[in-house]
Each structure stands twice: as C-alpha cells, then as structure tokens.
C-alpha cells in the first residue's frame, strides 16, 4: 500500500494568534508541506482544484510544477481534475509538461467536482454534469493512446487527425478516475480498465464495498486485468502523537470548513459527536498516532478487497503550519509499515 497526502490549499487563520495567512506566505508554507513529505519517503502528494474564496488550488497544474523543481522521489497528482469544465486537450498538454518536468513522477486524477462553480465560471450548463465528463474523458484517453487524434463529440469542437503536444515522460500516462457514491461512475471506470480513486468524506470505508466490488466486476467482464483495477481512497487524515494532538489540532479547522458546507447545502451543522464517531475504529477518517494510522488502514484495505493507496486530506483552515509538518513527518514513519500490505 502507497501513502500520500491531499491538499485543497486551504486559507489558513492561525488558531492562536489569529493571523490570516495571505496566499503568498500560505503558498511558501504549502512548498515546505511537499518538500516535508519527499524527504518523508511518502509515495505521493495531491494538490485539488477548486473555484472558491477559500481555497488557493484553482490551477493545480501550476503548483505541481512548482513541487516538481523542489523535490526529487515523490509522485505528485492532481486531487482531482474537474474535467468536466476543462479542455481534455489543455489538461492533457499542462499535465504531460508537468510530468516531463518531474522526470515522470505524476499521475492525473479527473473527476466531476463536488462543489458546482467551475460551471457557471466557464459558462457550462450544471444540467450537462454527466454529459460533459463521460465525453472529455473520452477524449482525455484518446490523446494518452494516440499522439495524431480524430474524435468529435459535444461541447467542442472536433479534431481531424491532430498531433497533440507534448508527449509525457511516462508510457502510458497514469490516468485515474475519482468517484464520489455513484454506482454508474465505478461501473464506468472498471469497464474502461482505468484505476479508481474513492472520495469517502464521512460514514465508514467498508460501506463501499459493494461499489468496489461492481467496479472490479465491470473490469474483469471488460477483459482487464487485476493488476490494471488498482483501488485508492481520498480520506481526512491527521496525525500526532497521540490520538488527542491529532484530534485537539485538527478538529477546530474541520469544523469550520462542515459549517460552511451544511450553511450552503442546507444541511445539518457538524458535531464533535460527529466527528469522534467518525474518527472511531470504522469511521472514514484516519486521525491518531501513527501505529493507529497503519492498524485502521490496514483493517480497511482488508474489508475492501485490497487498496492500492491511501491519501490523507489534511486540508485544514484552522491548522498551525509547523502541526501540518509534523503531521508529515509522522506519517512518513508508518508509511514503511504499510508497504506490504
């Protein structure tokens, strides 16, 4: 099992001075982040793309560059791509200039969003939501197989026997597919062979096991192998150590960010009960000391039918950066223990 971290790039008020970190300084700190976990020996680092005041991750191409000249073994990804509002060829020709400059160390995670502003920012209809992603990904895996393409379909215009530009380090080009609770989305990507990363942002991993369970079916019927069905999950994750540092450091910031959330969406206003039960030997998220971060990964891959890799989201706008650091620096230390499993 590979272990990375995920980042949404948070705008960050220091929880004891109350300092709001401005985008410039924020940005240096999130470099240190990644610099922190290569020199961790963790596997990967995700960077988001989001459309929001609160968050700075609007053009994770440009930020992975910027990782890429700093650090020297870890993967970086995107975490995740809203194809559906994108260009597949823009996103491909960023990604594979990404990747050249790594020297093959990225890998592209694309998926709808779950947050709805690149639509109206790039002037899309939200009524297209699944049209719009099934078809640009479509052309997205075209251009990975095929250096000339020709394929038409809607919301752009086609192409004729087109070099696209250029080429990746990597052959084949790692594209994965992010999925929220849609059975039609694990179906999908198992019937296309592409390796699935799942978002579970609350309730218990083990609930999706019928979901990852559809998803190998589909690809085993598609004639794909195993080895192609790989299986990741994107999960809020923290470490500390003991389980009160990690809980006591990253709580307040959760908090704010699921108010905000439940204010916009309608929904109920988060809880400390909520988030403890969450946070319990089969809730979804990882916050602990790192022999609890590998016992509940390792419970979880074994109640999902094996997992590829796990990404911690850390993402946090109430979170001290040298406590990030150190969460890092932690979860370096239990990485090893999980390498075989």
């Known amino acids: 099992m590979h272990i990375g971290v995920d980042s949404f790039v948070a705008k960050v008020t220091d929880p004891d ?15 240190e ?33 910027a990782a890429a000249a700093r650090t020297e073994q870890i993967r970086m990804r995107s975490a995740v791509t809203v194809l559906s509002a994108a260009d597949p060829v823009r996103v491909w020709q960023e990604y594979a200039t990404v990747d050249l400059i790594s020297g093959g160390r990225v890998e592209l995670v694309v998926g709808r969003g779950s947050f709805t502003e690149a639509f109206p920012l790039f002037g899309l209809a939200f009524s297209d939501y699944d049209e719009l992603f099934t078809s640009k990904l479509d052309l997205l895996l075209k251009i990975r197989d095929n250096e000339r393409v020709t394929w038409s379909g809607p919301h752009r215009p086609a192409l004729n026997d087109q070099p696209v530009f250029p080429r990746p380090a990597q052959d084949p080009f790692p594209i994965w597919v992010g999925v929220g609770g849609s059975p039609e989305s694990f179906y999908r990507a198992g019937a296309l062979g592409l390796p699935l990363m799942v978002a579970i942002i609350g309730g218990a991993p083990a609930q999706f096991a019928p979901l990852i369970d559809l998803y190998r079916r589909a690809g085993a019927e598609a004639g794909h192998s195993p080895e192609q069905l ?12 003991d389980v009160a540092q990690a809980t006591n450091a990253f709580y307040p910031g959760w908090e704010a960010m699921f108010t905000t959330i439940a204010r916009e969406r309608g929904g109920m ?3 400390r009960r909520q988030f403890d039960a969450t946070r319990g030997p089969d809730g979804a998220y990882f916050i602990g000391d790192p022999d609890m971060i590998v016992e509940k990964a390792t419970r979880v891959a074994d109640q ?19 406590d990030l650091l150190h969460s890092i620096e932690l979860l370096g230390e239990a990485a090893p223990k999980l390498a075989d499993v």
Not at 230 to 235: A, D, E, I, N
């Open 33 to 65: 982040e990644i610099e922190t976990a290569d020199r961790a020996g963790l596997y990967s680092y995700g960077i988001g793309e989001h459309h929001r005041s609160e968050y700075y991750d609007a053009a994770p191409a440009v930020i992975l560059a």
């Open 269 to 271: 206003p988060p809880s």
């Open 17 to 31: 001075t109350g300092h709001v970190v401005g985008p410039v300084e924020r940005f240096g700190h999130l470099l």
């Open 230 to 241: 790989k299986v990741g999950l994107h999960v809020f994750g923290f470490l500390g150590d």
């Open 304 to 322: 999902l039918g094996g997992v590829d890799r796990i990404n911690l989201q850390m993402t946090n706008p109430r979170l001290r950066h040298a």
